[in-house]
């Protein structure tokens, strides 16, 4: 028991030890730390309202009381990106959640099931991916209706296509495991492998996975709701903001500028820790990206 | 290779067929009439049911999908509900302008991310390199629609140097070719960083193997080494990479033409789906399905081409 404990805990130093090693997962650890706390103390941190107009200060610049300036109903730019972060966050990880349920299921039926479950499994997934992601999420979400739940549903019913295949890889090589054939052979039911021995031993890639699709996922919600179809006005989502300061470009560059921004540090931030979790927790994956 | 090609374009069916039914079932499961739509809010019951029964709206969801496929075969896609039009002949006057679109941006990547990424493997960690890694992370991380915004806002409204919306003209005047430049290269920034990353480092690998070594002590010059040795062997990765964004071109093509006010079937599906203009929606996933599918075929032949060890049969 007690070497268990100790090797248990030495290998959570390793990738601990690996992960702190590189400076940009440090920096993207930092990131969004800041993004999270910002998210939770928006309404002690931000300097004004982010919904209440304000008609004396219409489509201000940058100035002292209103750092990143004001947008056309006079709100400030910088409280309603303080405000935007927990959108952003909530969307990134909801979206990421619902994707993987729906694709580490399938990934799961297909590769340990094989033979009639996989083949239509899998020829979904390939129609899935003939069709540009935006496209169907688009249409997903134009016919639910627009609406934060319904971007959520739109982008996690698209993107849980490359869930499926690396989960059913995964499954593969595990099927033929020993401690596998013995679950079975001692008679424990297909349910119960699938859950008690298989899925365990594939969360690390699970959760490297999840950890990289997070940047595409917010990218993907803040562009459904630029096109409007995602967060409705007044909202102060990062995407809608962007779409509102698309109207009034020549006049308020800080309107399109800063909220594209603070999309822009979100995704660097995520895509960093992703980057160093994947080399910290699934070292046959690292480089990837490099290459 | 022509059976080849004959088998695969014949696999195209089944997964055609997949993508209609997923599109019908999705536009028959989502809420809101457009019947009622069309007609607006002040409209009587009665004239609605009989608009929805002159659209086949009441008939039952295989009948419809059918009746659907049935003209689909027949190179029909039906009439928008919006404009008095055919859905086959909107798509077919808007294709070629988002497929220029596509096209421009990936040669605006490759002709970035090539120089970039042979030079940044010839000399590593050198200022150029560290300079052309640091815009990679930020190219890849920045939603494509806004830099497409900020493009705008530098060039054309602060500098005035390029046109703001719009296509035009053809693209081969020079007025087509100015309207191309912003929404391509905003379209194409992404794949800029994930090419040059690709290119460096696989130029890094091969610079190290037995044959560049071998071509070197020959005496062949360093030009000859890197770009006839070399590079050609960069080139099959970079293809399939390629192959792999051309989805996420047409993606990003969607919310780009939405920026730039670009004519093309990007701009029709995102107008299509908020006035749900169902015929038009399912028509261009359709069309959307297909090109990624021939593409994906004529990445799958390029490679036979550049890799002649690569024979299909």
Redesign the interface.
Known sequence: MISREKKRGSRLWTVVDIFTRSKLALVGLFIVTVLIVVAACAPWIAPHDPLKHNYMHLMEPPSPSFPLGTDNYGRGILSRIIYGAKYALLLGMAIVAIEGLIGVTLGLLAGYYGKTVEMVIMRITDVMLSIPAIVLALAVAGLLGGGLINVIIAVGVVGWRGYTRLVRSEVLSIKEEFYVEAARASGASNTGIILRHVLPNISTSIIVYMSLSIPSAILWAAGLSFLGLGAQPPTPEWGAMLSNGRDFMRRAWWMTTFPGLAIMFTVLGFNFLGDGLRDALDPKMAGRSEG | MTKYILRRLLLFI??LI??TI??SS??Y????DPARLMLGPQARTEAIVQLREEMGLDRPFYLRYLDWMGKVFRGNLGRSLQRNEGVADMIMARVPATLQLAFFALIIALLIAIPTGVFSALHPNSLFDNVARFFA??W????S??LG??L??LFS?RLDWLPISGQGGPIWTATGMLHIILPAFALGARRVAILT??IR??MMEILQEDYIRTARSKGLSERIVVYRHAFRNVLIPVVTVLGLQI??L???S??IE??FAWPGM?RM??DA??K?DYPV?QG??LV??IL??LI?LAVDLTYAYIDPRIKYD
């Open positions: 089944p997964a997949g993508v997923l599109t999705l536009i499961l989502s809420p809101g992370v930020f890849i991380s920045m939603p629609f806004w915004l900020v705008l806002l409204l990353r690709l480092s696989r989805p996420w047409f993606s990003g969607v919310i939405k920026v990007g599906l995102i789906v908020f749900r929606v261009s996933i959307f399905g990624v599918m994906n």
